[in-house]
């Protein structure tokens, strides 16, 4: 079944009153689809992360170096592809942004042959389940936000159903996030899981005194405190915090989640699809976390493609901790119909609709 169109469309999202963490304010957010056609007519879908610029450079990775290399080729050969692309790393200088790229392609080919089969793509690789755990990710910052707003905006995402819920933290002086921390575990109850992400933020010496002063509040993990390149602090941490370490979802394949687990002693294997080299790599890397006894959460803050990706993956790997479902960043879920996806007792249902689940076609969306 040969490829014969490989499609890019960007989809932006505006704020009105923008949002910020620790690290960004964003007054407008972008996905980068990427679409694959076969010569039957099916069209596979996949996103590749952009976040921090321009997809422009992505855009053109894609269509100059890649597209020649897919179009005409067989669409069911997705390892050897995985592998093809995965090669241009070694002397390229572009890791990161072929691995997004390759990770667009290779979950879009794998929508298409869990659409082949008429099956959903958690089924295809394994269904270890047919749902996974959820938490809400939201507690963002803003001018005219207080800590009352905060604890409002938590205890809303419960009442909705979730038993999980993580908000940013390292964007305030110490005792202000310690007070943010502490009306979020208030508002939402000693029995719902509460995570804090700093967005790589820190160095060891101030997510030590940022672990010790939230250690009173249960919490489940500690995401992403120190720079990602930084395993030795990352180690030094990991043996010192009261509270769990989770990371990196900003890494690229599974050679830098190994060295994440052996070198940086992180507690909870955060991935993402979407980065990390596509379904085909993030199985891979759930394997090698099974591997070391480290379950893993996956992240998601962008559009409901990403969405669908991770979750099919996290439904069909073992030891999986949860599933972010971001309450700020929800790109293209209004497109979906009613109840794409579904919350029940704190864990999202997976779609019973071949592929990813979705219904989307690069016709829909502004050629970029």
């Not at 110490?174 to 820190?202: F, H």
């Not at 720079?227 to 690229?252: M, V």
Request: glycine share 8%.
């Amino acid at each position: 079944m040969k490829i014969t169109e490989i499609a890019t469309r960007v989809v932006t999202s505006t704020f009105a009153r923008p949002p910020r963490n620790p690290r960004s304010v964003w007054r407008e957010k972008r996905a980068l689809l990427v679409f694959v056609r076969t010569e039957d007519g099916h069209v596979g879908v996949g996103e590749a992360w952009c976040e921090g610029g321009s997809p422009r450079a992505l855009v053109a990775l894609i269509e100059d170096d890649l597209n020649p290399m897919l179009v005409g080729a067989d669409a069911r050969a997705i390892c050897a592809h995985w592998e093809r692309i995965y090669q241009l790393t070694f002397v390229s200088g572009k890791p990161g942004i072929t691995l997004s790229a390759l990770s667009a392609i290779d979950t879009a080919l794998w929508d298409l042959a869990a659409k082949r089969v008429g099956e959903p793509l958690f089924r295809l690789l394994g269904g270890a389940a047919d749902r996974v755990f959820a938490y809400a990710s939201g507690g963002l910052y803003a001018d005219d936000k207080d800590t009352a707003a905060l604890g409002r905006e938590l205890r809303g995402y419960v009442d909705a159903g979730f038993s999980a819920v993580k908000i940013k933290v390292a964007g305030a002086p110490l005792a202000a996030d310690t007070a943010r921390v502490a009306a979020a575990r208030d508002a939402i109850g000693p029995d719902v899981r509460l995570m804090v992400d700093a967005v790589y933020m820190l160095d060891v010496p101030a997510a030590e005194r940022m672990a010790r002063a939230f250690a009173r509040y249960d919490l489940h993990f500690f995401e992403a405190p120190l720079a990602p390149g930084n395993l030795p602090g990352l180690a030094r941490l990991a043996a010192a915090s009261p509270i769990p370490i989770a990371g990196n979802e900003i890494a690229f394949g599974l050679d830098a989640y190994r060295d994440l687990i052996v070198h940086g002693g992180i507690a909870y294997v955060h991935l993402d699809v979407n980065q990390c080299g596509g379904v085909t790599e993030a199985l891979r890397i759930a394997a090698l976390a099974r591997a070391f006894h480290r379950p893993v959460s996956f992240h998601n803050a962008t559009s409901a493609v990403a969405f669908a990706a991770n979750l099919h993956v996290a439904a069909a790997v073992q030891g999986v901790d949860s599933i972010e479902w971001h309450m700020v960043h929800r790109m293209l879920f209004d497109k979906m119909g009613p109840e794409p996806f579904r919350l029940e007792n704190g864990y999202v249902l997976l779609p019973d609709r071949p592929g990813l689940g979705l219904d989307l076609h690069p016709e829909a969306f502004a050629a970029t």
